[in-house]
């Protein structure tokens, strides 16, 4: 956004601010570009004698997200030497300065894309995952 903005009505989040880290990367090697969050649970439905579903239950929540970043430097060589990948299966990325609760904090990596095209950025995009605790099963009366 321009340095000196007026606001009229509601104001809602614009572009990214967020910072990852990782083994081999640090705060500031990389600029995200845009996150995916993605909130999910298996759903099992309960049912009466005649098979109405009478209720709900949710269990094994798990949070997905995705980053895409560029990786920045003084030059482009530099750049380039920064580029890393996680080093190992489900290595643990730190994100942090989104300013969003859901998507700040530890994340397992599960791979990702780095994508490279003539006259553009190379962005790199990493899959990341992370287990929602939870005391057991959750279950709640059906809304009519």
Same mark, same amino acid.
């Given at each position: 956004m321009?340095?000196?903005?007026?606001?009229?009505g509601?104001?809602?989040?614009?572009?990214?601010?967020?910072?990852?880290?990782?083994?081999?990367?640090?705060?500031?090697?990389?600029?995200?570009?845009?996150h995916?969050?993605?909130?999910?649970?298996a759903?099992?439905?309960?049912?009466d004698?005649? $098979?109405?579903?009478? %209720?709900? *239950? =949710?269990?094994?929540?798990?949070? @997905?997200?995705?980053?895409?970043?560029?990786?920045? #430097? +003084?030059?482009?060589?530099?750049?380039?030497?920064?580029?890393?990948?996680?080093?190992?299966?489900?290595?643990?990325?730190?994100?942090?300065?989104?300013?969003?609760?859901?998507?700040?904090?530890?994340?397992?990596?599960?791979? $990702?894309?780095?994508? %490279?095209? *003539? =006259?553009?950025?190379?962005?790199f @995009?990493l899959?990341?995952?992370?287990?929602?605790? #939870? +005391?057991?099963?959750?279950?709640l009366?059906?809304?009519?």
């Amino acid at each position: 956004m321009p340095a000196t903005v007026k606001l009229i009505g509601a104001a809602a989040a614009f572009g990214t601010a967020a910072t990852m880290a990782y083994t081999g990367v640090l705060v500031g090697a990389s600029a995200v570009q845009s996150h995916d969050l993605t909130d999910e649970f298996a759903k099992q439905d309960f049912t009466d004698g005649k $098979g109405n579903i009478i %209720g709900r *239950a =949710g269990h094994n929540r798990v949070r @997905t997200v995705t980053i895409e970043a560029i990786f920045t #430097a +003084a030059t482009e060589a530099l750049a380039k030497t920064a580029t890393v990948l996680p080093a190992e299966m489900f290595d643990i990325v730190a994100i942090a300065g989104s300013g969003i609760v859901a998507i700040d904090g530890n994340w397992n990596y599960e791979g $990702g894309r780095y994508n %490279g095209q *003539a =006259g553009q950025y190379h962005r790199f @995009t990493l899959n990341l995952w992370q287990v929602v605790a #939870a +005391a057991g099963p959750t279950s709640l009366a059906q809304v009519a």
